[in-house]
């Protein structure tokens, strides 16, 4: 069931913070708006930003998880001219109220560019189908018009931070009560908590309905025995490119087996993921031949092409999302935890794409901004084998 807003839990908070990480837990809490450590959410008092922290999970977010900041110091940042975008990033944690406190969320600005007291930021796997593909800003303005004004992709951080405000001033008006962000989420805002979450659910429901509006009947495969043998071997041969053995998973259900035998799988698999976070658990393109060493090949390639020597030692050439007519979906990860984890994800990507493809033809950000999104917010599967070898006592 869904979480949904419950109006003795909310007037039992004790402060707006409370209110803050109770409604940030709503959504949080559901996986069709949040995945994995996706969305941030955050509330201004009396001059003061709370926002996320980064890396608390919005799920089981407290008010201790928020980050307060010097709200006109931030505004100030931006206003500032010729403050280039990793200078600014870099003197958002001087604007912390706390200087000792944890990293406050990548999106610190955007949040603090919005005027409203309360702004949720989700991937809503709806808005998304919605938004990504090719005629993007066409199918926004039909599904969201003036309610939710469309902002072009921009790294997360300073650029998207601008990117909001300019659209924000160009086109808000009193019926504005987000703004999509292409192929990346959506943001909600309101003056009380219960605004902004019912805003963020009305976003989500104008993106159902030009779905379901858009929809396209699916035939399903009878579902049959995997062939986990064929699994097991694309696996092995991944644990070999990774450096590393990977756990793996396999999810043979009518809906991925239909979508590993898709016709057009070639095209539609191979554009990236709905939104850029997606890249550090499922990579940008999942495998989908069988061939792990062609695979690896071209995706050493797009890592030398995007990032050069940054990429080096720190992401690997290993797939971690196969998809095959034989079992339909396969994850793999640095444990069985991530493995899962990856899975999960794909499996949204998967209903994203497929939603998306009936109205439009499915779009992601580009590889340049994928990769980048791949460095930036990876690094999790180092410091899991790494605590792995700690524990086994390896040095
Ligand atoms: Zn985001």
Known sequence: MKPAWNEAAARSCGSALALRAYSSRLIGSDPALVLHGGGNTSLKLDGTLHVKGSGANLAEVREGDFIALDLAALRALLAEDGLADGELMRRVDDCKRMPGAAKPSVETLLHAVLPHAFVEHAHADAVLAVANVAQGEAACMAAFGESAPLVPYRHSGAALARACKAVFERSATDKTIGLILAFHGVIAFGDTARASHDNLLRLVDMAERYLRHHAKEQVLPEPRDPDLAAASAVCAAASAVAGFPLAMKV?????????????????????????????????????????????????????????????????????????????????????????????????????????AGSHGDYRSASEQDIARAELAYGGFERRVLEQISRLAGKP
């Not at 030398?304 to 990429?311: F, H, K, P, S």
């Not at 690997?316 to 990860?333: E, N, T």
């Open 251 to 355: 999810v043979s259900t009518p809906e991925t087996l239909a979508f590993a035998r898709r016709p057009d799988l070639a095209l539609i698999s191979q554009q990236g993921p709905p939104t850029p976070q997606h890249a550090i658990f499922t990579k940008r393109v999942p495998l989908i031949d069988g061939d792990v060493s062609g695979f690896a090949d071209r995706y050493q390639a797009y890592l030398d092409r995007t990032l050069g020597t940054a990429a080096a030692g720190r992401i690997d050439a290993a797939p971690r999302i196969v998809l095959d007519p034989r079992f339909g979906l396969c994850s793999l990860g640095v444990n069985e935890h991530y493995a899962g984890v990856a899975a999960e994800i794909y499996l949204h990507d998967i209903d994203i794409i497929t939603r």
